[in-house]
């Protein structure tokens, strides 16, 4: 009997190992579920906040000043959106060491305000507050390779873009010689990377990073890649051409974007930048042909727009805004729709001159989300959602309920959440350290009852599997109407926690 029981033990321990997994590798379809190891929690009934601590190296000027110091901290990272901005707060922030110096050389530097990290791809764009600018360039130089270092740690960032109070200041006084996007560099020190950085242009080319923001599919705002480019000079003109170039050409990286047209056939005019009431502004003038060939692209007005202003407010130093000229007529007001935000809402702008700040709501982030291909797997597939939403729990579960869209990075998909479902389903989300709770109504046990066991199985690991996506999540737990029912579709046992299964497809 001893033996007996020994070999059920052993054999229970094999079906728990089984019940998940702990990669995302490719495989083919949903397995036989068995019941995931039942520990009791209590289901949210509404969302609830949550930060996980991890160890980061914040990356700090030796005290002598030649090189970047990697220093581990411990930091509080919260749930449901990018670690950039807690990275970057614990940076600004840090007093420094007995092997460091805080970053700012004695000036205490902040961001412009709770938002001004934005990530977009594999970009960070940091908007530091005023106080930066009281910073010689090679100091702000500095600051923006520590924080690139800092953020460009984990992989998921390779570029960081620094601004200061929506602006970007360059390396220089005269405002004519570009930062470009900053890249992780830890084998040089700080004056052999100021003095590449710094120097003045030769007869030769000049290579930058610099960050594009093509429009998105469906017009539903921009994204972000950032590619290296050989520029001929520091020119506005050359530079803007250059970047226009760029733009009217396809993505790397970006699958299925709407191809802007060719603007060096469109432009009017030279570009050109302009003094207005002490605003440094681009000026860009099409000819009228302009209109039907966005129309003819499939790209909006608005989003062309806030595509223009967020590339080259981004890279041109001291440049404030973008003024457009298609024809005789001055943009100074839009209406966009199909933008997840600000749809309908007309779009003013003072002496026609567009902001990065008016098109705040029109940057977007990928977001990882699983659906059924026409084989009946599980597959990845990225869609573009507002930036300030690709890490939330709530909202990745409500583009789920949304089902396969056309602007998905790949289409013919069938969605595993049931139809019937609404945002008023979704009762609560929050964690148990590194397991999220999710808790439905009644109205999803009622709607799997019309579905088969592997239908059932579909929508717990398309959940499940996107869930985990998020960073500090491991496992789900998933609550109906607060309890875990031992039957879910006749298929699935729910109590417990969920791991991501091992038969997803990318």
């Not at 702000?140 to 740690?153: D, E, I, S």
């Not at 972000?224 to 530079?239: G, K, N």
């Not at 602007?407 to 929050?430: C, I, R």
């Amino acid at each position: 009997m001893k033996h007996r029981l020994i070999s059920l033990f052993c054999l229970l321990c094999i079906c728990a190992l089984l019940a998940g997994c702990q990669s995302q590798g490719q495989v083919a379809s949903v397995q036989v579920t068995l019941p995931p190891v039942a520990i009791k929690r209590e289901a949210p009934t509404a969302d609830a906040d949550m930060a996980y601590e991890q160890t980061v190296m914040m990356y700090l000027p030796s005290l002598n000043g030649t090189r970047l110091v990697a220093v581990p901290q411990r930091v509080l990272l919260p749930a449901g959106e990018h670690m950039a901005r807690v990275l970057c707060e614990a940076l600004l922030a840090h007093p420094g060491n007995d092997t460091a110096a805080a970053v700012g050389a004695g000036i205490q530097l902040s961001l412009a305000d709770r938002e001004a990290v934005e990530v977009s791809g594999e970009v960070a764009t940091v908007n530091l507050d005023t106080s930066a600018l009281r910073l010689s360039n090679e100091q702000f130089f500095t600051v923006g390779q520590a924080l690139a270092n800092t953020l460009c740690q984990f992989g998921d960032i390779q570029y960081v873009n620094v601004l200061v109070d929506g602006i970007q200041p360059g390396l220089n006084q005269s405002g004519t010689l570009p930062a470009g996007c900053f890249q992780m560099n830890m084998r040089e020190d700080l004056a052999a990377l100021w003095s590449r950085a710094s120097a003045p242009m030769s007869q030769n080319r000049r290579a930058y990073a610099a960050s594009l923001y093509y429009p998105a599919p469906s017009g539903k705002g921009i994204l972000c890649e950032a590619r290296t480019f050989a520029f001929v000079s520091t020119d506005i003109a050359s530079l803007t051409q250059t970047l226009l170039d760029a733009l009217a050409s396809e993505a790397v990286t970006l699958p299925r974007l709407p191809r802007c047209p060719d603007f060096r056939t469109l432009l009017a005019a030279t570009p050109a930048v302009e003094d207005l009431d002490g605003r440094r502004v681009l000026t860009l003038r099409f000819r009228d042909t302009m209109n039907a060939a966005l129309i003819d692209a499939g790209i909006t007005r608005s989003v062309m727009m806030a595509s223009l202003v967020y590339t080259f407010t981004s890279f041109l130093p001291w440049t404030e805004g973008v003024a457009v000229y298609i024809g005789d007529e001055r943009i100074t007001s839009l209406t966009p729709s199909g933008v997840y935000r600000r749809a309908g809402e007309t779009m003013s702008f003072s002496d026609g001159v567009m902001t990065r700040q008016d098109f705040e709501g029109f940057l977007l982030a990928e977001c990882p989300l699983f659906f059924l291909d026409e084989s009946g797997r599980l597959t990845r597939v990225w869609r573009p959602v507002p930036c300030q939403e690709a890490f939330s729990a709530r909202k990745m579960v409500l583009q789920l309920l949304d089902g396969p869209q056309a602007y998905d990075s790949k289409t013919a998909l069938q969605p595993v959440l049931p139809q019937t479902l609404t945002e008023d389903d979704l009762l609560g989300v929050s964690y148990d350290g590194s397991v999220l709770l999710v808790n439905f109504s009644q109205k999803l046990m009622t709607a799997t009852e019309g579905m088969d066991g592997k239908e059932v199985e579909h929508m717990v690991y398309g959940l499940v599997d996107t869930l985990c996506c998020l960073p500090g999540v491991k496992r789900v737990a998933l609550f109906i109407a607060g309890q875990q029912p031992e039957n879910l579709g006749g298929t699935i046992y729910l109590p417990g926690d969920f791991m991501p299964n091992p038969v997803t497809e990318e």
